[in-house]
């Protein structure tokens, strides 16, 4: 049962402009939720997370937005560059449930020159 | 610091054989986990150490699957009789479980299995 699915296997963008990766979950107990990046050949890294206590984190080029109701997150990096091309999973877990992370499928990211 | 490591990188088994899969993890770090990511899916939780307490081993597929953790450090995974179906990647987590809000587990690069 995939409780955190990516929809869109791919994405390509140009160099500079925005990506949109799109994260839906359907446990609504999930209370957490991470963007990991993964390049080839190498174990995912920690991106940002976002606590279900708030709808918006940002980082840098990186923001994360939570819509409970829907049960949808998403991740924009603006402006996109070439070396974020790579996997990213959105994870989700329950705070009282420690470790238990649920990962997407990945959505691989290209960005163009 | 030096991150999570695994070994080995990749390994290639007959099925019916039995593998082990070795993780280190940070140091200090007290939380372990391990997931494993099949072709074009996504990472799946299999087991979740936390300090001396009894492991979490709900998301192991089958009782081929077991793993140990050592001294509160090192971790090994241990798939016997290995079918085709267990082909993936093994990645290895740890975490400092400081706090749930803020806590972030660290990867390993990962063991690439494959069962002929």
Redesign the interface.
């Known amino acids: 049962d995939q409780q955190v699915k990516q929809n869109s296997p791919s994405l390509s963008v140009q160099e500079g402009r925005i990506s949109i990766l799109n994260c839906d979950y359907t446990n609504s107990m999930f209370d957490y939720f991470l963007w990991y990046k993964k390049y080839p050949a190498e174990g995912p890294t920690f991106l940002i997370s976002i606590s279900s206590i708030k709808d918006k984190n940002e980082d840098g080029r990186f923001t994360v937005f939570l819509n409970k109701s829907a049960k949808h997150l998403s991740l924009h990096i603006v402006p996109s560059q070439p070396g974020d091309s790579a996997v990213y999973f959105c994870a989700a877990q329950r705070t009282d449930s420690w470790g238990k992370l649920q990962f997407g499928a990945g959505t691989q990211v290209v960005v163009t020159p | 610091g030096a991150g999570?490591s695994q070994s080995p990188s990749n390994k290639v088994t007959e099925k019916g054989k039995d593998v082990e899969l070795r993780c280190d993890p940070i140091s200090g770090h007290t939380?372990l986990?391990w997931?494993r990511q099949s072709l074009?899916?996504?990472?799946?939780?299999l087991i979740?150490f936390?300090g001396n307490s009894a492991p979490?081993k709900?998301?192991l597929p089958s009782d081929r699957f077991s793993a140990e953790r050592t001294g509160g450090s090192v971790s090994t995974l241990t798939i016997q009789r290995t079918q085709q179906e267990d082909s993936a990647v093994y990645?290895c987590?740890s975490?400092p479980?400081r706090e749930?809000?803020t806590?972030?587990?660290?990867?390993?690069?990962?063991t690439r299995l494959t069962v002929l």
């Open positions: 999570v939380a986990y997931y074009g899916q996504g990472l799946e939780f979740y936390q979490d709900s998301g990645l987590a975490s479980q749930p809000s806590d972030t587990q660290y990867f390993g690069p990962g």
